[in-house]
């Protein structure tokens, strides 16, 4: 910043010639780092040192292009999931948005508590509390609907904590992650227990990842001609849930083949490490430990939302990459830069 | 092929340099035809006109590469289908493969009369004949060990008619379609009533689509760990069947946006197409319609394998695409190339 001042004001030839050498010779330093927001610390070097060989020609554990298939979770580990899911949140709006065409809400559990403002009350009622909310809030529309409701939620709601929009709370060394692995020939994915078409309307714009690229948990939709107009209709049924030993499901019938890199941050992914670091060749399985209460949450195998136990154990005993947020990452949000 | 010989003898610098000139021209024509195997009428130019619209800076029907989507039926689009569909006949060739193992299949239907070599004894079932034999021969192992399974008999297995692997018995107008779209910047998917699982082995090879560009009919798998090491299982339970309504299901599902392009043989396509073309901007819909009896086979409205009637009758109405095999496609499969 000071150099860049002093290179800015009225100067000299040579000055001039010595500032464009410094400068260029700053700027491809920064071109060789990929992962600036990384910490010099082992998961950084763990990292550089599975893509550099999995990418060499001649390398033992070269893979070819086509091969290299990176999955991502999404909560907790692309973006933030405290003080609750974001999707959860996205369904509590809703309520409140809808419930005007819902009379019947005020009398009835668990959207009576919600609109009182008691979130917890509402959530007593436990899974089936969370199903019918997600159900009135998710299906009942055309894909299209949908697909517009979730883009003008992610423009405009904002974090209960940060005031942040939402996208917005995503951790910039996974973004880093994803450019790197991206230039390094990955295909990268997301397998997220999360909804995939809550997730695909901006998963583009904020991750580079394009929505046949997404994994997701699903609700049956139905195929109609509406004044030979032809719909896809949210259906209030589960398809698919893509959490814990449904990831390699969903990664298989999605993707089809076997990732050889996996980044998870909770036990709910540890399946989709487990089937990715079985396979044959080099593999990378890492998890995302959040360890920060103060730039973040810290969090881990007591936790209601994102629970980290049985992982980082499995971790632990295998080998696998830990990122401990505190220490390894010395951003978290693409916002702290702009401070 | 003649000035090919002349240009090889000793020959003195000006001839030199027109042979050469010759053979760029030569060479440049065959380059800038990238269809050479569709005839110059009207499909070729139809879809010739599509492209250059929509990847024409500037053009009022411009559309990002990231948008260009285009999906494909298999059986009947892209490889042949007659008989009956190759997956049948892979399953009832692993039928015949499994017998020793189940000796009790020589007293039971619809196992019996196919051992017998009555296949239309078996097939009298109807469908639930049809799904014995599927779940018979495509559950019950992993993933992998099915994978292998179809390697070997796509490696192997004859076509009944023409001897021919079955993988050779692919379109080659329909090969240099793919190959001319994604020249264009087109993501080129399958989307077939076939099993998932039965076309991934061979169509990366076959069409240059990539296991994760395939979306099919699937039987459900289960995640498993079995003596520590993860698997997974396929059930003999149908997980979704990719046909007819449940097509633009599929391609929701699994792409996420909605194909700009879309190509058919069948009324299995019929909602596909429509799905597709109900899109905004420029949009292509096409029928391939097997009328040459010498070469492949000619069938239709009446045909129990890949009937094309309701879909014919939109086609007409809503001026798609309407592929006349004998007329339009020059040579059908590529080994009439090489005799």
Chains 1, 2 share one sequence.
């Not at 995302?288 to 007591?302: F, G, I, K, L």
């Not at 295998?318 to 951003?331: A, L, Q, S, Y």
């Amino acid at each position: 910043m000071k150099s860049d001042r002093a290179c800015s004001r009225p100067i000299g030839a040579v000055t001039l010639a010595l500032c464009a050498l410094v400068f260029s010779v700053a700027r491809s330093h920064a071109q060789t780092d990929p992962l600036p927001s990384w910490s010099d610390t082992a998961p950084k070097k763990a990292i550089v040192a599975f893509v550099e060989k999995v990418t060499r020609n001649g390398s033992p554990d070269f893979v070819p292009a086509a091969e290299r298939i990176a999955t991502f979770d999404n909560d907790g580990t692309l973006w933030a999931e405290q003080p609750m899911y974001f999707q959860l949140l996205f369904a509590l709006d809703r309520v409140k948005a809808l419930a005007p065409q819902h009379p019947e809400w005020k009398e009835k559990e668990p959207f009576a508590s919600l609109l009182k403002g008691d979130v917890k009350g509402a959530l007593a009622g436990g899974e089936p509390a969370v199903a019918q909310i997600v159900m009135a809030t998710h299906a009942g529309m055309t894909t299209e609907e949908f697909d517009t409701i979730v883009r003008d939620w992610a423009a405009s709601a904002r974090h209960p904590k940060t005031g942040r929009l939402y996208t917005e709370m995503v951790y910039q060394p996974m973004l880093e992650l994803l450019v790197y692995l991206r230039a390094n020939g990955f295909k990268t994915f997301i397998v997220s227990g999360g909804g995939i078409e809550f997730m695909r309307p901006w998963t583009e714009k904020v991750y580079g990842i394009p929505p046949e690229q997404v994994v997701g948990s699903s609700i049956k939709t139905k195929f109609e001609l509406r004044d030979g107009k032809p719909v896809l209709v949210r259906l209030p049924e589960v398809n698919f849930v893509d959490d814990k030993a449904g990831k390699p499901v969903g990664i298989h019938q999605h993707i089809g083949r076997r990732p050889i890199a996996a980044f998870g941050n909770s036990d709910g992914d540890l399946q989709m490490l487990q089937w990715t670091a079985a396979g044959s060749g080099a593999r990378f399985a890492l998890l995302v430990h959040h360890t920060d209460a103060d730039r973040e949450w810290a969090y881990d195998r007591q936790s209601s939302i994102g629970r980290l136990d049985a992982a980082l154990d499995e971790a632990q005993a295998k080998g696998w990459t830990v990122v401990d947020m505190k220490k390894d990452w010395n951003i978290i949000y693409p916002f702290e830069k702009q401070q």
